[in-house]
T-cell receptor
Framework: DVKVTQSSRYLVKRTGEKVFLECVQD?????MFWYRQDPGLGLRLIYF???????EKGDIPEGYSVSREKKERFSLILESASTNQTSMYLC?????????????FGQGTRLTVV | EDKVVQSPLSLVVHEGDTVTLNCSYE??????LLWYKQEKKAPTFLFML????IEKKSGRLSSILDKKELFSILNITATQTGDSAIYLC???????????FGGGTRLMVKP
């Protein structure tokens, strides 16, 4: 089975801190995604990557950056955490051309910024 | 800007009822539409629909896509309390590297 692992289930950080959320997948997937999920707003795409060192902005990239130095790992970085970044963060991966399969999600990281 | 809209926002039914969840989309370069079920944790994949008019089934769940009218429905028959979840619809763009989600439908099935 595909496994997408997010490094932390729960995180509490202070305003202004630099925060790293890590995501690792073990199925050699080309595509990786970072979403945030907020009540009433669904899943919103922050960034995605379709290859090592490649990244594209999603719908809400402001305040975030990403890094993909290795194919299996996609990191989301909050340069200076703010309270409005308190949310559930979900990482996902997929093969490049999908071929009838969906994206696979990690278990999520619930981040609270105080 | 790509847009995916789900309705209703939430739904409460009793066990044994049949429900229909809706997903409409406005997407440039549409490739496929996905349905996910999300309980407490990560969304789990249900269906991928690429061709219009072909129903996909898995047990009591079924789904169909209409590419002319730009929507999909997810049907659940004989609902059970274990069907209670958020159901998410998402659309893949033609390049296959962008997945846009709708806001989800929260389904609650009462015993």
């Amino acid at each position: 089975d595909v496994k997408v692992t997010q490094s932390s289930r729960y995180l509490v950080k202070r305003t202004g801190e630099k925060v790293f959320l890590e995501c690792v997948q073990d199925m050699d997937h080309e595509n990786m995604f970072w979403y945030r999920q907020d009540p009433g707003l669904g899943l919103r795409l922050i960034y995605f990557s379709y290859d090592v060192k490649m990244k594209e902005k999603g719908d809400i990239p402001e305040g975030y950056s990403v890094s993909r130095e290795k194919k299996e790992r996609f990191s989301l970085i909050l340069e200076s955490a703010s309270t409005n970044q308190t949310s559930m963060y979900l990482c996902a991966s997929s093969i490049r051309h999908w071929r009838g399969r969906g994206a696979f999600f990690g278990q999520g990281t619930r981040l609270t910024v105080v | 800007e790509d847009k995916v809209v789900q309705s209703p926002l939430s739904l409460v039914v009793h066990e044994g009822d049949t429900v229909t969840l809706n997903c409409s989309y406005e997407v440039t370069n549409f490739r496929s539409l996905l349905w996910y079920k999300q309980e407490k944790k990560a969304p789990t994949f249900l269906f991928m629909l690429t061709s219009s008019g072909i129903e996909k089934k898995s047990g009591r769940l079924s789904s169909i896509l209409d590419k002319k009218e730009l929507f999909s429905i997810l049907n659940i028959t004989a609902t059970q309390t274990g069907d209670s979840a958020i159901y998410l619809c998402a659309v893949i763009n033609n390049a296959g590297n962008m997945l846009t989600f709708g806001g989800g439908t929260r389904l609650m099935v009462k015993p």
